[in-house]
């Protein structure tokens, strides 16, 4: 008697091998599923502009003379920008030279140091001013250039090259600032009609184009505040300037008289006045008499003349 042995297997199936579905694979799945996730990320940067030309400095040319005289405009700016704060010390740089301090010192420590300068000045030349008109800028000196210390020259010829040069600047980047206003505007229009200029042509060129004007606007934006603030600094400085010169002013010592020792007083009405506060100072154009036995004698032929000095003799100090 045979014996017949079989091999235990698994019971059969309720459907034929021929309608089972195959089992998914893990590897496909797993990658189909990364790429659809990248897609996801990329396709939204892609579409609010994450990378364009103007973003990264670059010229943008759309092929059409309205878009790229704009866009000329756009790089125009971006490449000026850096420069800006070179010029603001380039402006300043003889006022710093004669102070001997840093250009990148704050606008307070310039003028204190030139108050401080100014004052020594006045010491001896009198009441200083810096006069401003339009982009030209001047010291004055109320007595005179004759009463200037030699020394001090070097110092007025800086003020007013660092104030005319700062004037200039303030100038142009009040200019700078209301062009990249307008370029902003311009932006925002071309955006609204992009489409119709566009589309017509190549619906996929307006799609590029609206996302470089994107990027503009927001690249333009923050100039248009820096240029404004540069500006202001520019303008302000030398407003600084004018009234730390004043001030060093306030209180100037009268020039000492001219008059040798041992000389008598003039008589009255040879071009003699009493300044404001004592003592009494001789006129510029006055010379002095020294005092002799005859001053009575002589004071006769005086007391004709009116007691009022001429109006070009008087010395105001």
């Avoid at 004592?278 to 006055?286: D, F």
Wanted: contains cysteine; aromatic residues 4%.
């Amino acid at each position: 008697m045979i014996a017949i042995c079989r091999t235990p297997h698994a019971p059969p199936s309720r459907f034929p091998e021929s309608t089972r579905a195959p089992a998914p694979t893990r590897p496909r799945f797993r990658a189909a599923a990364v790429a659809l996730l990248a897609f996801a990320m990329l396709t939204p940067a892609c579409l609010l502009g994450g990378r364009s030309r103007v973003r990264d400095g670059q010229l943008y040319a759309p092929g059409t003379p309205t878009y790229d005289a704009y866009f000329r405009e756009v790089h125009g700016v971006q490449a000026a920008s850096p420069k800006w704060s070179d010029e603001r010390k380039t402006a300043r740089k003889p006022l710093c030279d004669e102070l001997k301090t840093s250009c990148d010192a704050p606008d307070a420590t310039l003028a204190q140091l030139t108050h401080e300068r100014m004052s020594e000045v006045a010491r001896q030349s009198g009441p200083l001013s810096l006069e401003l008109v339009g982009d030209d800028a001047r010291m004055v000196a109320a007595n005179g250039a004759k009463g200037i210390p030699a020394s001090a020259r070097s110092l007025f010829h800086a003020v007013e090259i660092t104030a005319k040069g700062e004037l200039d600047r303030g100038r142009r980047m009040r200019a700078t600032s209301l062009k990249v206003d307008q370029l902003v505007r311009q932006g925002h229009d071309y955006e609204e009609r992009v489409d119709r200029d566009f589309t017509q042509k190549n619906a996929g060129k307006a799609s590029e184009v609206k996302n470089e004007l994107a990027a503009s606007v927001d690249v333009l934006t923050p100039h248009a505040a820096t240029t404004r603030a540069y500006a202001q600094g520019a303008e302000d400085f030398v407003l600084d300037l004018k009234r730390a010169i004043v001030t060093a002013s306030a209180t100037p010592v009268a020039p000492a008289s001219s008059a040798p020792a041992g000389a008598g007083a003039a008589p009255k009405g040879r071009g003699t006045v009493a300044p404001p506060s004592p003592p009494t100072l001789p006129s510029i154009s006055a010379k002095p008499t020294p005092a002799t036995d005859g001053d009575a004698a002589s004071a006769k032929p005086a007391a004709k003349k009116p007691a009022a000095a001429p109006a070009e003799e008087v010395f105001n100090p």
